[in-house]
């Protein structure tokens, strides 16, 4: 269970540690005017500054720097922006706010690796050869212990591995717009959003913007932010490699998120280990929610989920953020609903 309550935790009874978590990241940048329409975050002013990359980091490794999130989080710098230098050298304007904004490209050969050591720069080359843009490499180990409780008692919960390691490559190119920012609070902001947008420079100083990337995307149980995360999913298609379970991504392709099952076709039930956690409704078969986006196993990619590895492919693109957890707008670069 998680340490304090409110803490992430996979409700299923899960933990979850990485060995590594690689991104690509390009083109940081800052625009004019965050708050040109109230109702449509993707939209600002004029682009003023940009640094390019593409820049590999290795988000489990971390760096020197103390990260936004709080003293356990490390972060490190990857570049700094002088002025507006797509506005002939302008200096910045102390008195409005800049829009924010940065990509996760596919992984490329002129990426400069920021932090990534010799295993990481073996994996970062896997990416490469299948056009990854972000991957999740660790182990998952069970231990919801004696109180977890299923919604089929019939289904034999102890025949899924308890230790499962992955390796998750997600195709997702993206670029995060106009982000909200923490950093500003208490200031307004629009409408429902959870914070004032954009980024207030500062007069013989350096603001610090941090693109920050969330773990727990991939493992959602809906396209609501912030749902439960589960694991069993996952399990329940690992494949026996060399005397260990593993799962990767390609193992959730074609496989039915509104009616999971394991490898031998068997419905999966819901797990819970926290009691804070209750299923979304009544079904004992755990299923996922895409909200109004369709899930039509033959249909386009850019209209419907087909399976299991789009829905996940498709949250996890959302997990972009600044300042920790500053929501921004989503621009997808492959093949998927708006």
């Given at each position: 269970?998680p340490?304090?309550?409110?803490d ?18 390009d ?5 004019e ?12 002013g ?14 489990h ?53 920021v ?45 899924l ?15 995060y ?11 307004k ?89 209750m ?17 039509d ?42």
């Amino acid at each position: 269970p998680p340490a304090s309550d409110g803490d992430p935790a996979f409700v299923d009874g899960w933990e979850i540690k990485f060995d590594e978590l690689l991104v690509t990241l390009d083109k940081i940048t800052l625009s004019e005017n965050p708050d040109l329409s109230p109702t449509d975050q993707s939209k600002t002013g004029k682009k003023v500054a940009e640094v390019d990359g593409p820049w590999a980091v290795d988000l489990h490794k971390g760096g020197p720097l103390s990260g936004k999130g709080g003293s356990d989080e490390q972060a490190v710098a990857i570049a700094t922006i002088e002025d507006e230098n797509l506005n002939d050298h302008a200096p910045f304007d102390e008195t409005q706010r800049y829009a924010f904004g940065f990509d996760v490209v596919a992984a490329s050969d002129a990426a400069k690796k920021v932090n990534l050591d010799a295993t990481a720069t073996s994996h970062y080359a896997t990416m490469i050869k299948n056009g990854w843009a972000v991957l999740y490499v660790g182990t998952a180990m069970w231990k919801g212990g004696t109180s977890c409780t299923s919604s089929d008692p019939s289904y034999d919960v102890s025949k899924l591995p308890t230790k499962v390691t992955f390796m998750l490559g997600f195709k997702s190119p993206s670029t995060y717009l106009n982000c909200q920012n923490p950093d500003n609070d208490p200031a307004k902001a629009l409408g429902g959003e959870e914070h004032e947008r954009g980024i207030q420079v500062k007069a013989n100083g350096t603001t610090i913007a941090q693109a920050t990337i969330h773990t727990d995307h991939p493992f959602w149980e809906s396209f609501t932010h912030d749902t439960p995360a589960h694991f069993d999913q996952l399990a329940a298609r690992a494949q026996l490699v060399d005397g260990e379970w593993t799962v990767t991504l390609e193992d959730m392709k074609g496989v039915d998120f509104t009616h999971f099952t394991d490898t031998k076709d068997k419905a999966l039930p819901w797990r819970s280990c926290l009691t804070s956690y209750m299923p979304p409704d009544n079904s004992k078969t755990m299923h996922f929610d895409s909200l109004g986006i369709p899930h039509d196993p033959n249909g386009d990619p850019k209209t419907s989920m087909r399976d299991a590895l789009d829905f996940m492919t498709y949250d996890q693109s959302t997990q972009g953020h600044l300042n920790s957890d500053g929501l921004c707008y989503v621009e997808r670069h492959y093949p998927s609903p708006d």
